[in-house]
């Protein structure tokens, strides 16, 4: 997780900037989705969104070792805003899927 953000502009100026970068280094996304549900007039709007879960912004990339997820979240206990970069192996997905089939 990277800091809490108090506005959009600085939300969106984060996300900007590290899916630029992991496009420079990784190629574009694989899947991108950059919406808000219902009408966000400014960017106090935007942020009322997110924290009403409906505004969705999450860039993924595939990787040659699994994906990497970049995303704009708000937690739902103090409406912290912020970027979440996740990354996920294959190997260790693989491997946790397997254990769960054999618990199934």
Same mark, same amino acid.
């Given at each position: 997780?990277?800091?809490?953000?108090? !506005?959009?502009?600085?939300?969106?100026?984060?996300? =900007?900037?590290? *899916?630029?970068? &992991?496009?420079?280094?990784?190629?574009?996304?694989?899947?991108? +989705? +950059?919406?808000? &549900?219902?009408?966000? %007039? $400014?960017? /106090?709007?935007?942020?009322?969104? &997110? %924290? =009403?879960?409906?505004? %969705?912004?999450?860039? /993924?990339? =595939?990787?040659?070792?699994? +994906?990497?997820? &970049?995303?704009?979240?708000? $937690?739902?206990? !103090?409406?912290?805003?912020?970027?979440?970069?996740?990354? /996920?192996? *294959?190997?260790?997905? /693989?491997?946790?899927?397997?254990?769960?089939?054999? !618990?199934?």
């Amino acid at each position: 997780f990277f800091p809490k953000q108090k !506005d959009w502009v600085g939300l969106y100026g984060d996300y =900007s900037r590290l *899916k630029s970068l &992991l496009s420079q280094k990784y190629g574009e996304p694989a899947k991108v +989705e +950059e919406v808000f &549900l219902k009408y966000a %007039r $400014d960017d /106090t709007g935007k942020i009322l969104r &997110l %924290r =009403s879960n409906d505004c %969705r912004y999450c860039s /993924t990339f =595939s990787v040659d070792n699994g +994906e990497i997820l &970049l995303s704009i979240i708000c $937690d739902n206990e !103090d409406y912290a805003c912020k970027i979440k970069l996740v990354y /996920t192996d *294959k190997i260790n997905s /693989t491997s946790f899927d397997n254990a769960a089939m054999n !618990d199934l």
